[in-house]
């Protein structure tokens, strides 16, 4: 699976966007890009994945570059209870195999009053 | 609603009792995993299972063992907890669908600490 870089925190002022950033140069073109977070020692959420088209659902917006080296994760309007650690996952789907999901230190978001 | 529940949330014991940690996901999904996480390791998997009576090692299986006899209950069971094995521990679920396999659903986690 190829590897991601993200960094390593951001803050966001509430009720506007938060663009989280994640770069997976070594992406191959049957991996996808996924986004999960984690709040305060909570279980991993998932948010959103996607291939090549840009993703929007209820949670949040992907939007993948054309070279698909890199992604940026919206939400759209930022709440406090959106203060997590965000990660960026890549990985192939491999039917019939160990869905294992390698998490790496991710961003963690603050999102202040 | 659709959720995996572990218990228990949190559980102080002993070096050496024999203990077990419940998941049951209420999803039909035939994937479940456990991973352990621990500062400045993050999230690392422990034992996964395929199926019913399917199950295999993840990265770090040594000290654990788990059963998989039904479909919505994957038990973790430590039969002599050391305390490396004090952690944060997740249960998770995946229908196995194509296309979805990645898409887990994750439990509260269990906060063990082992004296």
């Known amino acids: 699976d190829a590897k991601t870089t993200q960094p390593p925190s951001m803050d966001c002022a509430e009720g506007r966007a938060a663009n989280l950033p994640c770069n997976h140069s070594?992406?191959?073109?049957?991996?996808?890009v996924y986004w999960y977070r984690q709040i305060h020692s909570q279980g991993p959420q998932y948010i959103i994945h996607?291939?090549?088209n840009n993703e929007t659902n209820e949670m949040a917006s992907l939007i993948i570059t054309e070279d698909r080296k890199s992604s940026t994760l919206i939400l759209p309007h930022a709440t406090l209870r959106d203060t997590a650690v965000y990660y960026c996952i890549v990985r192939a789907h491999r039917g019939g195999s160990n869905y294992k999901l390698t998490f790496g230190k991710g961003t963690l978001l603050t999102v202040n009053p | 609603e659709a959720q995996v529940t572990q218990n228990p949330r949190y559980l102080i014991t002993v070096t050496g009792k024999k203990l077990t940690v419940t998941c049951s996901q209420n999803m039909n999904h035939e994937y479940m995993s456990w991973y352990r996480q621990d500062p400045g390791l993050g999230l690392r998997q422990i034992y996964y299972s395929m199926n019913v009576e399917v199950t295999d090692k993840g990265d770090v299986p040594e000290g654990y063992k788990v059963s998989r006899k039904e479909k919505r209950n994957f038990p973790l069971i430590l039969e002599s907890p050391s305390p490396n094995q004090t952690s944060l521990y997740f249960c998770?679920?995946?229908?196995?669908?194509?296309?979805?396999?990645?898409?887990?659903?994750f439990g509260p986690g269990t906060r063990l600490l082992v004296l």
């Open positions: 998770a679920s995946s229908s196995g669908l194509a296309g979805f396999q990645e898409t887990q659903y």
């Open positions: 070594t992406i191959s073109g049957n991996e996808y």
């Open positions: 996607g291939l090549k």
